[in-house]
């Protein structure tokens, strides 16, 4: 399939694509693919920001008002027409951010499953009711829309968080205004194409309940830096959260942050190993070890090191690398030439901390000007500096352990707290690695790599990875505020604590 047959499946005009030819200020997308250029956008101008917030604050007003499942009613139409898009769009994640075909379906299956969680969580947003310590009194919780949202998304999972966000943000009573990253704004462009179907066929919206703002870090700064955004959900590098966090702080608004992670997974002697490799090679591989859950640090025990590594380096062997729009493909570019820089960077100085390194070269695919690598297996004689940095490609480092609780000291001896696993039919390794005092991070899986979560449960950890929570389980709490209320149905006054205040 040709770009340009994808780039007008997914509902992309040719004037929507060059929106930005007579702007200075215009940014061009091109494909990793193959470096080819989709689109040269005109960004939103800075000076449309307050207006932008402004929509959606008249929006919130009304939507809060709608009644949580009718907001839910919009939610499904969502889910349907992503449905009946999911081919488009995801062929379409595939060209602007370089991800297989399988995965770029996966995505929006995701933003899916997310839809369809938050239909039923739209009639499902309890509070509690709460004993009161005086006669003829009630006590109860209740949880109300809390107000815009804005939503800075990273290039790697381009659509399917927004839709974590929007989804949930939507029941809840609360408009959403997107930022997403410059590197891949088209995929943003063709799901507001489908969002306005579903706005369509609900009817009755109010207008900037759903927006799109697209640019770099003065657009994101506009959200961040505003009183009129109650929640900013941001995901991406520590770096651009430890810029965002203190600025929200700052104001008194909410984050939820998703940051980093140096994702690891702890191998015991009882693993089943050929189940272990599998798991490894594709979390730490898929997506071209670009995803916020990627594999990156592996810790094996040493009886079983040595088989183990000839096992991950056969199976890296026979990966077929190349062109994510070809069937069979495993392994894409890399989004652009700058991550094949921080790769090649962080292997050198693997190699000068005393890492032994296997593959990591740059691929000549026959596709030009596509950052295509192999992956990297580094073998650590310790947990070196480089090891505690995220470098967002395909580097897997192997360091050996001989007792369990070296392997999570190890573990948690990181800056960033994201996804973890162990890989063993042990019932006390795996529940030691479960414990209070096993794993630190958001995440721990058990015989399952550290990638590829479900939406139903809570997404998110620990430390430089931000604290936030997103998708699944009660993630939603963050989207709406908590209103405790008392109420005195009986003809008396009672103060609590047995205060006395008579006059
Ligand atoms: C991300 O990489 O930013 O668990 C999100 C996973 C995906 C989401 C990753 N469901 O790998």
Known sequence: MLHKEILASAGLSAAELYSGTLDNSAITICSPIDGAELAVLKPTNPSAMPVTME???????QWRTVPAPRRGELVRLL??????????????????????RSEGLGEV??????????????????GLTIASERPGHRMMESWHPMGPCAVISAFNFPVAVWAWNAALALVCGNPVIWKPSEKTPLTAMATMKIVERALARFGD??????????????IGDALVSSKKIAIVSATGSTRMGSLVGPKVAARFGRSILELGGNNAMIVAPSADLDMAVRAIVFSAVGTAGQRCTTLRRLFVHESIHDILVEKIRKAY???????PLDAGTLIGPLIDQPALQHMQNALEQARQQGGGVFGGEVVTTGVPDGAYVKPALVLMPAQREVVKHETFAPILYVMKYTTLDEAIHLQNDVPQGLSSCIFTLNLREAEQFLSAAGSDCGIANVNIGPSGAEIGGAFGGEK???????????????????????INYSSQLPLAQGVKFDF
């Open 55 to 61: 929509l959606a604050q008249t929006a919130f007003e």
């Open 79 to 100: 889910g349907e027409e992503l449905r009946a898009a999911k081919a488009d769009l995801g062929a379409l994640v595939t060209l602007e951010a370089g991800k297989i």
């Open 109 to 126: 299956q995701e933003m899916i499953d997310i839809c369809d969680f938050a239909v039923g969580l739209s009639r499902q947003l309890y």
């Open 205 to 218: 919206a109010p207008a900037g309940l759903l927006q799109l703002v697209i640019g770099g870090a003065d």
């Open 317 to 323: 062997a026979s990966l077929p690398i190349g062109n």
């Open 464 to 486: 430089e990875t931000g604290g936030g929570r997103e998708s699944g389980s009660d993630a939603w709490r963050a989207y709406m505020r908590r209103q405790t209320n008392t």
